[in-house]
């Protein structure tokens, strides 16, 4: 009787299991995630939804950027995850490809502060950039987050199947993107023209797929699935009101096509998620969390639906990927396709990478990065593939050299010195040489200047340069300067109008200790012509020659720059010290006789905040050997860089005003960001200037001279525009600087 009890207890219990079971079904839930650019981010809170509720996704599809945020979730990142993924982002760094400048030689370095746009120039026609990006930040990091999927080629074989949509830029048909390179294929859907570059997949060009297919709900169907969620972070047609510029009627016409397809592709959808996404634009980064916001919002709003698809579904098993460590790579091999101008020691140079070792990835993106900042390749698409002998990944690299080697560059600027100027640049790599560059300023303005360089790049070898540099200003400078204490006690002059004019031709070699570490030795010829028209000792004379002489000189320089600004530094080492032998002058010096100058600065630049930030400098010079050619003696005050001989930037006074052949001085700023790009500067400096301080022991006592300055500025396209009050204890006066674009 036992035995038959149990028997039917046995089938009661089989029965109900089997009735619960068929409340279930197995339903097949697809994904659909439009493009949107940063409202795509409200993509992130429909998921952080969608995962809390418990619903599993069995097929993704997306486009742009809905493609970049499928797609890692298809490899196994949860809402949650992405959000704090995304949080960390810096979005304004990552688009623009704006790269460190620590990852830039000291060519490089000066080339991207100096100049406000850059153009090709090819067969004497100039020609726009493809695009304002590379989009190379971006692909590092898609190919970093993806890394734990990079040998999975098949994308219906990853943890989430997924595929997305492009268009070929040839053809303007759709291109669907399900095998392949994940990373590779993310980029190619997200390349919005004229943002980012083109992406090559079997060799097709291929660009956003949201110009032809913003939604791919259609081919998402064709998976197979039964249900479908979409999520559309689209613009609608915008009304009369909204419609104020050329650019807004633009991106109505624009706009046309995708509307009316989604009036379409909203009745195919089964819960339809639209996030109010109207207050923000395409480039809205900055509001990432609020657009996530919307996304949790909208989300919600569709919860009885997602909930009763919770309970049709069947808990499947999720494959489950081990995540790697992000903190660092062990690279294998290497192997590098593309490369015919540049040898692959010079790609593995720039990269720092030898393989068969294990690399940071910040190490890693160093290096990448330093490749990029040579300018010399268009593309560096690289992935990652498990290393089948060992524990780590092979490295495979294709590159594309660029095939643009001359460059048409402009700038413009004002300061007090030079007054008002116009930079046009011609720059031409592979002049005579596979690494060589050649650049020619011409400077238009007040004051026409010109500056040549020609040099050859060995890189940690000895390389190979040539300057030439022509500078001319007429200022009321200290007397000091141009008179001996006898001609000056009987003028009784403390300042003289002078005219300047310098030319300066150098012949020097370079090597690098590291990429911003240089040791320069050469030789240098200077024309230096200082008159006056207002001075004159004989009433007969128009204008007053106070030098015209040719002057040789040896020189070498030692330069380490780690700055990572060079107008608004806020990290950072910097040491720029050199040795100048003058032994020879022409005729009109008639006195002269051999000596030489030596100088230093040294700097440090460090953060308390991400806002507020310290510069301490101090700096150094005095000559060795003979004194009376006084034209090349330090001269203090004023404001700016790169000045020419000895003029050395002092607060509080203006050019040329404070004068000696041995000066020290003392440098401390403060630098708060009080909005982005925009600065408030406090800044004092304290000097001793005069002749031989450093054999009377003056340079150890208190300063002679101060100079405080409170400045405002913005940091611009063209440089940084400055205004700055300052003021002087020992003249009682103010003085106003006065600062627009890069310094040139």
Same mark, same amino acid.
């Given at each position: 009787?036992?035995?038959?009890?149990? %028997?039917?207890?046995?089938?009661?219990?089989?029965?109900?299991?089997?009735?619960?079971?068929?409340?279930?079904?197995?339903?097949?839930?697809g994904?659909?995630?439009?493009?949107g650019?940063?409202?795509?981010?409200a993509?992130?809170g429909? %998921?952080?939804?969608?995962d809390?509720?418990?619903?599993?996704?069995?097929y993704?599809a997306?486009t742009s950027?809905?493609?970049? *945020?499928?797609a890692?979730?298809?490899?196994?990142?949860?809402?949650?995850?992405?959000?704090?993924?995304?949080?960390?982002?810096?979005?304004?760094?990552?688009?623009?490809?704006d790269?460190?400048?620590?990852?830039k030689?000291?060519?490089?370095?000066?080339?991207s502060?100096?100049?406000a746009?850059t153009?090709?120039f090819?067969n004497f026609?100039i020609?726009?950039p493809?695009?304002?990006?590379?989009g190379?930040n971006?692909?590092?990091?898609?190919?970093?987050l993806? %890394?734990?999927?990079?040998?999975?080629?098949?994308?219906?074989k990853?943890?989430?199947?997924f595929f997305? *949509?492009a268009?070929?830029?040839?053809?303007?048909?759709?291109v669907v993107?399900?095998k392949?390179?994940?990373?590779q294929s993310v980029?190619a859907s997200g390349a919005?023209?004229?943002l980012?570059?083109p992406?090559?997949?079997?060799?097709?060009?291929l660009?956003?797929?949201g110009v032809?297919?913003?939604?791919p709900?259609?081919?998402?169907r064709?998976?197979?699935v039964?249900?479908?969620?979409?999520?559309?972070v689209?613009?609608?047609?915008?009304?009369?009101k909204?419609l104020?510029s050329a650019?807004?009627?633009?991106?109505?016409?624009?706009n046309?096509?995708?509307?009316?397809?989604?009036?379409?592709?909203?009745?195919?959808?089964?819960?339809?998620i639209?996030?109010d996404i109207?207050?923000y634009?395409?480039?809205?980064?900055?509001?990432?969390?609020k657009?996530?916001q919307?996304g949790?919002?909208a989300?919600i709003?569709?919860s009885d639906?997602?909930?009763?698809?919770?309970?049709?579904?069947?808990?499947?098993?999720? %494959?489950?990927?081990k995540r790697p460590?992000?903190?660092s790579?062990?690279i294998?091999s290497?192997?590098?396709?593309?490369?015919?101008?540049y040898?692959?020691a010079?790609?593995?140079?720039k990269?720092?990478?030898?393989g068969?070792?294990k690399?940071s990835?910040?190490k #890693?993106?160093?290096?990448v990065?330093?490749?990029?900042a040579?300018?010399n390749f268009?593309?560096?698409?690289?992935?990652?593939?498990?290393s089948?002998?060992?524990?780590?990944?092979d490295?495979?690299a294709?590159l594309?050299?660029?095939?643009?080697?001359?460059?048409?560059?402009l700038?413009?600027?004002?300061?007090k010195l030079?007054?008002?100027?116009a930079? *046009?640049?011609?720059?031409?790599k592979?002049?005579?040489?596979?690494?060589?560059?050649?650049?020619?300023?011409?400077i238009?303005?007040?004051?026409?200047?010109y500056?040549?360089?020609?040099?050859?790049?060995?890189g940690?070898?000895w390389?190979?340069g040539?300057r030439?540099r022509?500078?001319?200003?007429n200022?009321?400078?200290n007397?000091?300067?141009?008179?001996?204490d006898?001609?000056?006690s009987i003028?009784?002059?403390n300042?003289?109008?002078?005219?300047l004019q310098d030319?300066?031709n150098?012949?020097?070699?370079?090597?690098?200790?590291r990429k911003d570490?240089a040791?320069?030795?050469?030789l240098?010829?200077k024309?230096?012509?200082?008159?006056?028209?207002t001075f004159?000792?004989?009433p007969s004379s128009?204008?007053?020659?106070?030098?015209?002489?040719d002057?040789?000189?040896?020189?070498?320089n030692?330069?380490?720059?780690?700055?990572?600004n060079?107008y608004?530094?806020?990290?950072g080492?910097?040491?720029n010290?050199?040795?100048?032998?003058?032994?020879y002058?022409?005729?009109?010096?008639?006195?002269?006789?051999? #000596?030489?100058?030596?100088?230093?600065?040294?700097?440090?630049?460090f953060s308390?905040?991400d806002?507020?930030?310290f510069n301490?400098?101090?700096s150094?010079?005095f000559?060795?050997?003979?004194?009376?050619?006084n034209?090349?003696?330090f001269?203090?005050g004023?404001?700016?860089?790169?000045?020419?001989?000895?003029?050395?930037?002092?607060?509080g006074y203006?050019f040329?005003?404070?004068?000696g052949?041995?000066?020290v001085k003392a440098?401390?700023?403060?630098?708060?960001?009080i909005?982005?790009?925009?600065?408030i500067?406090?800044?004092?400096?304290w000097a001793?200037?005069?002749?031989?301080i450093?054999e009377t022991?003056e340079?150890?006592t208190l300063?002679?001279?101060?100079?405080?300055a409170?400045?405002?500025a913005?940091?611009t396209?063209?440089?940084?525009i400055?205004?700055?009050?300052?003021?002087?204890?020992?003249?009682g006066?103010s *003085?106003?600087?006065?600062?627009v674009? #890069?310094w040139?």
């Amino acid at each position: 009787m036992k035995h038959y009890l149990l %028997l039917l207890l046995f089938f009661i219990s089989c029965f109900q299991g089997f009735s619960q079971e068929t409340t279930k079904h197995d339903v097949k839930v697809g994904l659909v995630l439009s493009g949107g650019g940063a409202k795509g981010l409200a993509h992130i809170g429909v %998921l952080k939804v969608i995962d809390s509720l418990g619903i599993q996704v069995d097929y993704v599809a997306g486009t742009s950027m809905g493609a970049i *945020i499928g797609a890692l979730y298809a490899s196994g990142y949860s809402g949650k995850e992405l959000d704090s993924v995304f949080k960390l982002v810096d979005f304004s760094t990552l688009i623009s490809d704006d790269l460190p400048r620590a990852s830039k030689a000291f060519y490089e370095k000066n080339n991207s502060e100096r100049y406000a746009v850059t153009l090709p120039f090819d067969n004497f026609k100039i020609k726009l950039p493809s695009a304002i990006s590379r989009g190379q930040n971006v692909y590092g990091l898609i190919s970093k987050l993806t %890394l734990s999927v990079c040998d999975i080629k098949d994308f219906s074989k990853l943890p989430i199947p997924f595929f997305c *949509i492009a268009t070929d830029a040839e053809t303007g048909k759709q291109v669907v993107l399900d095998k392949g390179n994940l990373a590779q294929s993310v980029m190619a859907s997200g390349a919005l023209p004229s943002l980012f570059q083109p992406v090559i997949i079997n060799n097709q060009m291929l660009i956003d797929g949201g110009v032809i297919n913003n939604y791919p709900i259609d081919e998402l169907r064709a998976k197979g699935v039964d249900v479908i969620i979409g999520v559309d972070v689209q613009d609608g047609l915008a009304t009369r009101k909204e419609l104020t510029s050329a650019t807004d009627v633009l991106l109505q016409v624009n706009n046309y096509r995708t509307v009316n397809d989604m009036k379409k592709k909203v009745k195919k959808t089964d819960i339809y998620i639209k996030p109010d996404i109207k207050d923000y634009s395409v480039v809205s980064f900055s509001e990432g969390a609020k657009i996530i916001q919307t996304g949790i919002e909208a989300a919600i709003s569709k919860s009885d639906s997602l909930k009763l698809l919770a309970k049709e579904q069947y808990k499947k098993p999720k %494959l489950e990927i081990k995540r790697p460590n992000y903190d660092s790579i062990s690279i294998k091999s290497i192997n590098i396709e593309g490369n015919k101008k540049y040898s692959r020691a010079y790609v593995l140079g720039k990269l720092k990478l030898k393989g068969n070792e294990k690399v940071s990835y910040k190490k #890693f993106n160093k290096g990448v990065n330093n490749l990029i900042a040579t300018n010399n390749f268009d593309y560096f698409q690289y992935e990652f593939n498990k290393s089948k002998d060992s524990d780590g990944y092979d490295l495979n690299a294709q590159l594309t050299e660029t095939k643009i080697s001359a460059y048409l560059k402009l700038g413009i600027h004002y300061d007090k010195l030079y007054k008002s100027a116009a930079l *046009i640049n011609l720059t031409k790599k592979r002049l005579l040489a596979k690494n060589d560059i050649a650049s020619l300023d011409i400077i238009l303005g007040d004051n026409v200047r010109y500056n040549f360089e020609y040099f050859i790049d060995k890189g940690f070898y000895w390389s190979i340069g040539v300057r030439s540099r022509y500078d001319q200003f007429n200022k009321n400078v200290n007397a000091q300067l141009l008179l001996q204490d006898d001609q000056i006690s009987i003028t009784g002059l403390n300042k003289v109008d002078a005219e300047l004019q310098d030319q300066t031709n150098q012949f020097y070699l370079q090597t690098l200790f590291r990429k911003d570490f240089a040791l320069s030795l050469g030789l240098e010829h200077k024309r230096l012509e200082i008159k006056s028209e207002t001075f004159s000792i004989n009433p007969s004379s128009r204008e007053f020659v106070f030098e015209k002489t040719d002057y040789l000189s040896l020189f070498g320089n030692i330069k380490l720059d780690t700055y990572d600004n060079k107008y608004f530094p806020k990290k950072g080492v910097y040491f720029n010290g050199s040795l100048q032998n003058y032994f020879y002058a022409s005729s009109f010096n008639s006195d002269f006789k051999n #000596f030489s100058i030596a100088k230093a600065n040294i700097g440090s630049a460090f953060s308390v905040s991400d806002k507020l930030a310290f510069n301490v400098q101090t700096s150094g010079g005095f000559r060795l050997g003979d004194t009376s050619t006084n034209t090349l003696d330090f001269a203090l005050g004023g404001y700016g860089n790169d000045l020419i001989n000895n003029l050395i930037p002092f607060l509080g006074y203006d050019f040329i005003s404070l004068v000696g052949n041995s000066y020290v001085k003392a440098y401390l700023g403060a630098d708060y960001e009080i909005f982005k790009k925009q600065h408030i500067t406090l800044e004092g400096n304290w000097a001793n200037v005069d002749d031989n301080i450093f054999e009377t022991g003056e340079w150890f006592t208190l300063p002679d001279y101060r100079g405080y300055a409170l400045g405002y500025a913005i940091d611009t396209l063209i440089g940084p525009i400055q205004l700055k009050y300052s003021y002087s204890p020992e003249q009682g006066q103010s *003085i106003w600087y006065v600062n627009v674009g #890069f310094w040139f």
